[in-house]
């Protein structure tokens, strides 16, 4: 359940500054991220407009190692699954061994 948590978050985080991002690279006006956000356009403040624009990417980035924590959670999950089952055949052999050793050390005292 947490894995799909982790991908809701980066996928909300990455949407958030993706769809704007991809907006304003095509129009050429993007908006601050404040209260009271103010229009900025591109042929007007290209400074200005390249920083809110290297701002959007670095939430962009953020999502996306959101994504790759929760890939990393999911595929180590999936990774001790895999390895549950060959463990518990190891701790199945062991003990059934084990327990033959018991029985012919009981045998042999009785």
């Known amino acids: 359940m947490i894995v799909w948590g982790i991908f809701l978050a980066g996928l909300y985080l ?6 704007p991002w991809l907006k304003s690279q095509q129009t050429g006006e993007t908006r601050t991220k404040a209260y009271n956000s103010k229009k900025v356009l591109r042929s007007e403040e290209p400074e200005r407009f390249v ?27 999936i990774f001790s699954l895999v390895l549950l089952l060959p463990v518990g055949a190891v ?3 062991t003990r059934k061994r084990a327990q033959k050793r018991m029985k012919a050390v009981a045998n042999e005292f009785s």
């Open 14 to 19: 990455l949407l958030r500054d993706l769809i």
């Open 51 to 77: 920083a809110l624009q290297k701002n959007r990417t670095d939430g962009i980035v953020l999502g996306l190692m959101v994504i790759g924590v929760g890939l990393a959670f999911l595929l180590f999950g």
């Open 91 to 93: 701790m199945a052999y």
